[in-house]
């Protein structure tokens, strides 16, 4: 999958409100770089980014990477999430370097690393199990 493939089946997938005018940087095979503007909206106390907004961009970066490497015919839904904050986040861009680790037929297992505006020393790490679906069985119907 393609850098603007990626884009383009992350902005139709996910909601709006979930993207933060992500960019998709680099794209091989289920390696993925992604950044996501710095928006003083996330700034929380001490001029940090916002924890809950980091987790937020944790996840879609596991989503893009499992993605990348399942391609679009299939859908990656987060069974499992494990975050560590390792250092407060500048209020800067946040650059994701996320991969998957394994794969195996039904279930993906994948880790990312954010940054604050350069990989260099990382402020968060995750590392995520995520189900592997047919993207038309994915999601059943709701419930009458």
Do not use: Y
Not at 30 to 49: K, T
């Amino acid at each position: 999958m393609t850098e603007d493939e990626l884009q383009t089946l992350l902005e139709k997938t996910l909601p709006a409100a979930d993207l933060h005018g992500l960019l998709v940087e680099e794209c091989q095979d289920q390696d993925v770089r992604l950044r996501f503007p710095f928006d003083a909206r996330f700034v929380g106390p001490g001029e940090i980014f916002s924890g809950p907004a980091l987790l937020s961009f944790a996840d879609t970066a596991l989503f893009a990477a499992v993605q990348a490497a399942v391609g679009a015919a299939e859908l990656a839904l987060t069974a499992n999430l494990n975050v560590t904050f390792l250092k407060p986040a500048e209020a800067a861009d946040v650059v994701a370097l996320a991969r998957v680790i394994r794969r195996g037929r039904r279930t993906a297992h994948a880790e990312a690393w954010l940054f604050s505006h350069a990989a260099v020393d990382p402020m968060l790490h995750a590392t995520a199990s995520l189900a592997v679906r047919p993207r038309e069985k994915a999601i059943s119907p709701p419930l009458a």
